[in-house]
């Protein structure tokens, strides 16, 4: 599976995200366990370009890092092992470090990455299983990039599509407001979260919701009259589900350009460990 070089130029020309983390960092390298290198080499180029992307800096270029291995073979053969390289580290004048392998299965790729700081503590681990198009082994190399150097920014967001008005509606217990709620509900941590909708007379509606790095995952809420009297009145107004007009389909695409996001499903396979509060094995 090639990946372009233009779709490395398009993230190049991608606005960065302002760093809040004033650490310095270098990438070491990515190794290649049984598929080919140049695939592994443009993986490599598309996790830098994310890393500085997320941290608003350049790294060390591959040249600097190739001058300190030259004058050190011991280092040149460096793994991912931390006691190995803190002293790249130290010798790119970086407080982090980032290095791991990436190993091939039918169509997928499975990248390992570590961050280690400048005196050889193992600061996070990351696991991600790369597969299918390009834009979707773009989003993942980026989602391993912010989840290694920045996990408190991923986000995403839930857009709720009601056809009752004056619903409560609560997500993981916490309430919301009342339908319908006309934005998306903004900068939710990635992953499933529990939404409930209920009105008297209604049918409640609760369903586990899927939330994406930077994406906004659509949630359609239908619940159907229990009273007869609700039914007839419904009936009666030619009462429309409030998605259904075509200002509200209007609104919500004005508010998913204006903030940059898309429409999603689904969750990246990824794991994640955090060595300061969990011991990396």
């Known amino acids: 599976m ?33 598929i080919g290198s140049d695939v592994v080499d443009q993986l490599e180029r598309l996790l830098r370009v994310e890393m500085e992307r997320v941290l608003g800096a350049s790294l060390p270029a591959r040249s600097e890092l190739d001058k300190v291995l030259a004058t050190n073979k011991k280092l040149a053969g460096c793994t991912a092992d931390p006691e190995c390289l803190a002293p790249i580290a130290r010798a ?3 407080q982090r470090i980032v290095a791991g392998n990436v190993g091939g299965l039918a169509d997928s790729y499975v990248v390992n990455l570590k961050l280690v700081d400048a ?50 509606v609560e997500l993981d217990g916490q309430p919301l407001g009342i339908t319908p709620i006309a934005q998306p509900v903004m900068d939710l ?28 995952t659509q949630v359609v809420v239908r619940q159907t009259a229990t009273k007869v009297s609700w039914r007839q009145k419904l009936a009666g107004n030619g009462d429309h589900p409030i998605y259904t007009r075509w200002w509200f389909w209007t609104a919500t695409a004005v508010v998913a350009v204006g903030v940059g996001i898309g429409i999603g499903f689904g969750i990246p396979k990824q794991s994640a460990i955090d060595c300061a509060t969990r011991m990396c094995p």
Not at 132 to 153: C, N, T, W
């Open 189 to 216: 941590a990635v992953g499933v979260h529990k939404l409930g909708v209920t009105r008297d007379g209604f049918t409640p509606f609760t369903e586990d919701v899927p939330v994406r790095f930077e994406k906004t």
């Open 92 to 94: 790119l004048k970086a």
């Open 2 to 34: 090639a990946l372009s070089m233009i779709s490395l130029a398009a993230l190049v020309a991608s606005p960065t995200v302002a760093a809040a983390d004033r650490s310095t960092y270098a990438l070491f390298r990515l190794d290649p366990l049984g």
């Open 119 to 168: 005196d050889g503590r193992e600061l996070r681990r990351v696991t991600a299983t790369l597969r299918g198009s390009q834009e979707e082994l773009i989003e993942e190399i980026r989602v391993a990039a912010f989840r290694l150097v920045a996990p408190e920014k991923i986000r995403g967001n839930i857009a709720i599509l009601s056809d009752v008005a004056g619903a409560k």
